[in-house]
């Protein structure tokens, strides 16, 4: 009888697409992940409950293939979206505006991300000698993946407050994510971030436009 966990491996093959062997979990976390994006542009609460679905596929993804910064980021993700799915059930309708930072929090951001980058790859670096029996290989890419991690954690909490700045840091993140994943050999995945890139880049040009409008409405008004 084969081991339940044995499914979540990615040695586990669901198919053989051009010669390489597509496995059940990469399927499960491209699939659910984009899903997911999608409903999140219909604004739909479905989201939520298949971005946790999402967070648990690639955590065991990610750890498979020495990528422990984004397996911790999925930590982040499911606490994240038990915390959407919450407040969409409890949401009152109120609107808030496109905002955007502005030069002064722009740079403190700019210096927390690459603080935030430095201390996690350095802690990253350590979780096989802390955990050598869980952590058996060293981490790869390490500060490129610790840059996406505390990236993302941003760009996302930025994004429930919409603030114009995180559609152009989630592009970064993507463009990374789509380096390193190409490099580590997960195609489904590399496909599924350029996809988020597009997205992101629709993000960045339809938040803009929705900023200017509001802009030049209060200057209007003033």
């Known amino acids: 009888m084969t081991d339940i966990f044995s499914y979540f491996s990615i ?3 669901l198919l053989s697409v051009f010669g390489y062997p597509f496995s ?18 219909r604004n739909h609460i479905l989201t939520w409950p298949i971005g946790i679905f999402n967070s ?8 498979q293939i020495q990528l422990y910064s984004d397996m911790l980021l999925q930590i982040y993700f ?32 700019l210096f ?3 603080l935030g980058t430095y201390v996690l790859g350095e802690m990253t670096s350590r979780l096989p ?10 981490p790869e890419f390490l500060y490129w993946d610790a840059f996406t991690t505390v990236a993302s954690i941003i760009a996302n909490f930025l994004l429930a407050q919409r603030k114009l700045e ?21 195609p489904f995945v590399t496909m599924e971030y ?11 040009y339809h938040w803009y436009r929705e900023y200017k409008l509001h802009s030049n409405g209060n200057q209007l008004s003033n």
Do not use: M
């Open 56 to 63: 648990i596929c690639f955590f065991f993804l990610f750890f």
């Open 11 to 13: 040695e586990f093959p």
């Open 129 to 138: 000698l802390w955990f050598p029996q869980i952590f058996i290989k060293p």
């Open 194 to 204: 350029i996809v988020f890139l597009l997205i992101a880049f629709y993000g960045c």
């Open 166 to 186: 995180s559609w152009f840091l989630w592009v970064f993140v993507d463009v990374v994510c789509i380096l390193i994943y190409s490099l580590k050999g997960i």
């Open 78 to 109: 499911f606490g994240s979206s038990i915390y959407g799915w919450y407040v969409w059930r409890k949401r009152t309708g109120a609107y808030i505006k496109i905002q955007s930072l502005g030069r002064t929090k722009n740079t403190i951001l």
């Open 112 to 114: 927390t991300i690459l």
């Open 24 to 41: 059940l979990i990469e399927f499960l976390g491209t699939s659910s992940g984009l899903f997911c994006v999608y409903l999140a542009s």
